[in-house]
């Protein structure tokens, strides 16, 4: 069992930067891919990136490539993720999500993650 809490979410202006954290319980954090997705009002959930058990993979959506940066502390049981660069169009509630089994690769489906979080709002203004 992992229970995930997301922080760091708030207003930002077109261009400023974010840093979302996703703080994980569960002795099996260290050894589970974990995901980050966004959902906008109106639009489906929709994957942002991802990363490896060990941190040594990483994935992101076209949309976020080069701006934004996915990261884990295994240690803290934390998973980071750095926005730059943001735009009015990255506005959504961030979920972070959890795959269940032991070092299986992150996926870009939710349906692929068994553990979500309740989200954290970023708003961008133009």
């Known amino acids: 069992q992992v229970q995930l809490v997301e922080s760091g979410g708030g207003l930002v202006q077109a261009g400023g930067s974010l840093r979302l954290s996703c703080a994980a319980s569960?002795?099996?954090?260290?050894?589970?891919?974990m995901g980050w997705f966004r959902q906008a009002p109106g639009k489906e959930r929709e994957f942002v990136a991802g990363i490896s058990w060990n941190g040594g993979s990483t994935y992101y959506a076209d949309s976020v490539k080069g701006r934004f940066t996915i990261s884990r502390d295994n240690a803290k049981n934390t998973v980071y993720l750095q926005m730059n660069s943001l735009k009015p169009e990255d506005t959504a509630v961030y979920y972070c999500?959890?795959?269940?089994?032991?070092?299986?690769?992150?996926?870009?489906?939710?349906?692929?993650?068994?553990?979500w979080g309740r989200g954290t709002q970023v708003s961008v203004s133009s």
């Open positions: 999500a959890a795959r269940s089994g032991a070092y299986e690769p992150p996926r870009p489906y939710p349906y692929a993650y068994d553990y």
């Open positions: 569960g002795r099996t954090f260290s050894s589970t891919a």
